[in-house]
Every structure is written in C-alpha cells, then in structure tokens.
C-alpha cells in the first residue's frame, strides 16, 4: 500500500512550457485534492475531485485543468507556465472515518520551479 | 471570510520542554478541526481530528483541545523530542455541501526542537 504518489519530486520549467503532475493513490478513495503551497501562506486548494469522471475548481484554478478518468488517478496540467505557478504542489486523497469525517492522506509533494 | 490564524509563527524550544501551539478560528459553519504534522520537504500527516463536541483529544505526546464557543483550538506536545522540529498546520471545516469538503488551513507555526 504505497497511499499517494506524485511524480515528479522537482521540475524546472521555462515560461509558457505545459506540463502533468501525476498523482496516483491506491487506497481507492473517492476525493482526491490539488493544492498549492507558498511560502507564508496555508494551503490553496486547486482543484478536487468527488469520484472518477467529477471535477471541481477550488479556490485558485487559473492556469491548471484536471480529469479523473480513474479513482486511482488524478493528474493536474499546467497548460502555460507562468512563474506565479512556482510553488510547492500537493496531491491529496480522502477517506471517511469514523464521525462521519474525512481524513485527509497528502502525497509528497512536487517543487516546480517556472523560469 | 472564513480564516484560521494561528501562533506563534514560529518557536524554539529545548528537548524534553513542552509547548503549546494555538489556533483560532472564524469559520462558521463549524464541523471539524484538525492538526497536521508538515515535515520540511514532506506532505502534511494528520495528527487528530475533532469535532465540535469533542473538547480534547490526544495522539500519543500530541493532545488537541477544542473551544467551540470560543472558536479556539490549541495543541500540546509533550516531552519534545528533536523528530517534532515540523510545521504545525490548523485546518478547519465547514460542513460538506454538494460534493465538496471546505477546509481553511492555517499558515502553521514552524518548531524547533533543539538538544
């Protein structure tokens, strides 16, 4: 069970390139999250998801799409890099717990540097 | 707007000291708090979860307590050890609403565990 992975760990990137973020959990949960993470600043919720085939924006989608053709996965692109996009990404995967609450699992994290 | 501040930013302290770290919050409506522990170059792992009618709750040297009415949460860590030098992040949630979860994170309050 290796919860969330991401890929890549570090990319540099050069203004206007695209490029994917891959995200896969194998804890077949339904939600699944993008955040961003800059320095002195909580968590930025990107994009989510609710269960394959059902996406939303969060509170900073500009700039990024997402799909979820599979539970497992949950890649996010970055259509036109701007370096405004340099940050910290996180994938994360949702599942209930007892209470009726969720419990958030985070993948490692992607640091994507635009040039 | 829905906020969670939390202090203090950062803080030093000597292994085997105790320390609290403090959370206050604005969002409404209420379901959960969390605490999540955010290694340098790591995802945030949650550390506990508690609703709004549980006033305490503890993960081994970790124990969260909850103010409701006050809105106020904070986490106590005791007999510090160097492996709790991490960032401290305070999430809160609304309630779930068509398919999506709200949380607000806090900024987080970096520690510093010294020897």
């Known amino acids: 069970n290796a919860g969330v992975t991401q890929t890549p760990k570090f990319q540099v990137l050069k203004t206007g390139q695209s490029m994917t973020l891959q995200c896969a959990q194998d804890m077949n949960h339904e939600y699944m999250s993008w955040y961003r993470q800059d320095p002195g600043m909580g968590l930025r919720l990107i994009h989510y998801?609710?269960?394959?085939?059902?996406?939303d924006q969060g509170e900073v989608p500009n700039g990024y799409n997402v799909s979820r053709s599979t539970t497992e996965d949950f890649p996010l692109r970055l259509l036109s890099a701007a370096p405004s996009q340099t940050s910290v990404y996180f994938c994360a995967s949702s599942s209930l717990v007892a209470g009726g609450q969720y419990e958030q699992f985070f993948g490692p994290g992607t640091r994507l540097t635009v040039l | 707007k829905n906020q969670v501040e939390q202090s203090p930013q950062s803080l030093i302290i000597l292994e085997g000291k105790n320390c609290t770290l403090q959370c206050n919050y604005t969002v409404s409506p209420f379901s959960n708090l969390r605490w999540y522990k955010q290694d340098t170059g790591r995802g945030p792992v949650s550390l506990t979860i508690m609703t709004f009618s549980e006033n305490t709750k503890s993960n081994g040297r970790y124990t969260a307590t909850l103010d409701a009415d006050t809105k106020q949460s904070s986490l106590h860590i005791t007999a510090s050890q160097l492996s709790d030098s991490a960032s401290y992040i305070c999430v809160v949630s609304g309630p779930p609403g068509a398919g999506s979860y709200q949380l607000t994170f806090g900024k987080g309050t970096k520690l510093s565990v010294i020897p």
């Open positions: 998801s609710v269960g394959a085939g059902i996406t």
